[in-house]
């Protein structure tokens, strides 16, 4: 059912069957077979504050003591199964727009923030936007924003990652266009965003080559997830005596398929590899909408 | 790490199913966790005490089932069964190995008052 205004029912646009809720998030026009039930909410918002949105502000429950015969229930149900419905529509929504989402993931400072602001320069003017996920503070937003990109920034208090809920309000809160794309700079954090779906396409995994080039196998999880890596600060390479080959040999260890290109966000080497992969993967996806 | 999210989606899972079966307690949950989830299973077990007061399955006992991790080798072609992420190829001895399953995280069931 609509949370938004307690519908059932799809709307098709295309071959894509969209739920009730997914078309108020993209604004599509539908009918209504009965009358608006605006009282259908029963969860609370997170505060949206100067473009940033607040999570962990606190929780509450209830107890309901009781004596009786026990029975099993069996569930068999994904503990995640909520971020993975939240994710799906996510995705829904943005292969309606055509949009192309990257969940940008990595340890923290390995130069995520300056590879966007760099990405965005090199773009131009092809329309995009970008949310950055932080514990605290609103600094990469900021520096998103003076490129003149559009961001939110989601400060996810103690949560150690962004979940599909946190993006799916933040999406709501942005001007997504039609064959965009969609950045998502989740938490400095090599562990946990790999287990949590955003809705993105890919996820990108960066790593810096200061950060020692058995990072693959140490977290194996990340890369696995990862459809590319982005070995970052080649520059420094030199002086760390950093083995390059290497860092694509563990990476490759972890994760067969996984497509590595080295870069520099420092000196732009490497970055027209970066922005021909995305173009290309944008396309496909333009391509299959249309097909 | 992010144990105590997983305990929170538990919670929230417990309480949806709890409004559906009406029942009052949780004694006993089943989880069935893959060798490859990442998940550390004493952090679970602590965060699960932790996050689960104040909802039905408060005081309830735990328990983690393991499944076995699996992973399609590059070279040979065979889906073999690994017990550590890096092991290699038991059928090959190659490391190019591709996980495909083991990273479930089910509540697999409960017992219930
Ligand atoms: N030499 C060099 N420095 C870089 C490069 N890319 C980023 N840096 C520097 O690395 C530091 C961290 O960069 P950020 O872009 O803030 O890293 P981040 O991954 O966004 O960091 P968090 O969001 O805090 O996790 C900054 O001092 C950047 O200037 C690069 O290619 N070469
Ligand atoms: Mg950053
Ligand atoms: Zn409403
Ligand atoms: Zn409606
Ligand atoms: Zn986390
Ligand atoms: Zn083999």
Redesign the interface.
């Known amino acids: 059912m609509c949370t938004v205004c307690g519908c059932s029912g799809t709307v098709k646009i295309g071959d894509l069957e969209l739920t009730h809720e997914e078309a108020h998030r993209l604004g599509l026009p539908h009918g209504h077979d009965h009358e608006h039930r605006h009282d259908a909410h029963d969860h609370d918002h997170p505060r949206l504050s100067g473009g940033t949105i607040h999570f962990g502000l606190g929780v509450a429950g209830t107890s309901v003591p009781g004596m009786e015969q026990s029975r099993l229930i069996e569930i068999e149900t994904g503990i995640l199964s909520k971020n993975d419905a939240v994710a799906g529509a996510n995705r829904r929504v943005l292969r309606a727009l055509g949009a192309y989402a990257v969940n940008l993931v990595s340890s923290p400072g390995s130069g995520k923030t300056t590879l966007l602001c760099e990405t965005i320069r090199h773009l131009g003017a092809h329309p995009l936007t970008v949310i950055e996920g932080d514990q605290q503070t609103s600094n990469d937003a900021d520096r998103i924003r003076a490129t003149g990109a559009e961001a939110v920034q989601v400060n996810t208090g103690k949560g150690c990652h962004l979940d599909a809920e946190m993006v799916a309000r933040a999406m709501d809160a942005l001007p997504l266009a039609p064959g965009s794309f969609l950045f998502i700079e989740n938490v400095g954090n090599l562990v946990c965003p790999a287990a949590f779906d955003l809705g993105e396409d890919a996820k990108v995994a960066i790593l810096s080559v200061t950060e020692g080039e058995d990072k693959p196998l140490k977290y194996p999880d990340m890369f696995t997830a990862a459809r590319v890596a982005l070995v970052n600060k080649t520059d420094l390479a030199p002086y760390c005596g950093t083995d390059l080959d290497l860092i694509e040999a563990n990476l490759r260890r972890v994760n067969p398929t996984i497509e590595v290109i080295r870069l520099s966000a420092r000196t732009g080497e490497g970055m027209e590899h970066w922005l021909r992969w995305l173009k290309g993967r944008l396309a496909e996806k333009t391509l299959r909408k249309a097909g | 790490?992010?144990e105590?999210?997983?305990a929170e989606?538990?919670r929230?899972?417990i309480e949806d199913?709890?409004r559906r079966?009406s029942?009052?307690?949780v004694?006993h949950l089943r989880?069935e966790i893959g060798r490859?989830?990442?998940v550390e299973k004493e952090a679970l077990a602590f965060a699960f005490d932790v996050v689960m007061?104040?909802?039905?399955a408060?005081g309830a006992t735990l328990e983690m089932i393991d499944l076995p991790g699996r992973a399609l080798c590059?070279d040979c072609g065979e889906t073999v069964e690994l017990a550590d992420?890096?092991d290699p190829c038991p059928n090959c001895g190659s490391?190019?190995?591709?996980?495909q399953g083991g990273?479930?995280?089910?509540?697999?069931?409960?017992?219930?008052?």
Do not use: C, N, T, W
């Not at chain 2, 490391?95 to 996980?99: D, N, Q, V």
């Open positions: 790490m992010h105590m999210s997983l989606g538990i929230e899972i199913q709890a079966h029942f009052a307690r004694r989880l490859f989830a990442g007061r104040g909802s039905p408060e590059y992420r890096l490391g190019k190995l591709m996980p990273d479930e995280m089910r509540i697999k069931d409960m017992e219930v008052v």
